[in-house]
């Protein structure tokens, strides 16, 4: 704003408050100032106000929390139109029996659906990871592994289990090749 010069957005609150909201949700000056055009604002004016309020806006937590609100709302509804649009096409194309082209709309489908369930919260990408060191004597080991077999429907343990038990020893078929030795 020019020195001197109050801007016509900010003087009057209800202006104010329609036209910050509109921006933060990321509206254009053009559509802005034609669904406000109640009030008689212009786009010039709306690009004046954006300009000189940016700071502001970015300033005032309760702003932050509008536009962070509005990008939300956003991105949900794009997301959730072109996820609409892939299905009208995967129609198209299984009716045109093109099954290459139903298959990569199908997968393009699955990533906007994963993307709005990450977005949610709803997809956890981390799967926790959880080690258990058990350290049995062997006379402990046997109880446990007749226990284990005795649940499972085996009678008795195997030769093999037998000669582990009995030497304290752990044969295993599939050795890691990174342990020490």
Sequence with gaps: MPPGRACSICVD????????????????????ARRLAHFGISKDVVQRHARHTAKLLTRSPEKVELAADALRE?????TEGLINDLERLREKAEA?????????IIESTFRGLELLAKFWGLLNERTPHQTLHVHLTPERARAVAETFLARHGATAPTAQLEGELA????????????APD
């Design 96 to 104: 045109s029996r093109d099954v290459r082209g139903a298959a990569k």
């Design 13 to 32: 609150p209800a202006k104010r408050d329609a036209v910050d909201r509109l921006l933060a949700k990321g509206d254009g000056y053009r559509p802005i």
């Design 74 to 78: 956003k991105f949900v509804r794009t």
């Design 167 to 178: 030497t304290g020893t752990d044969a295993d078929p599939h050795p890691d090749p990174d």
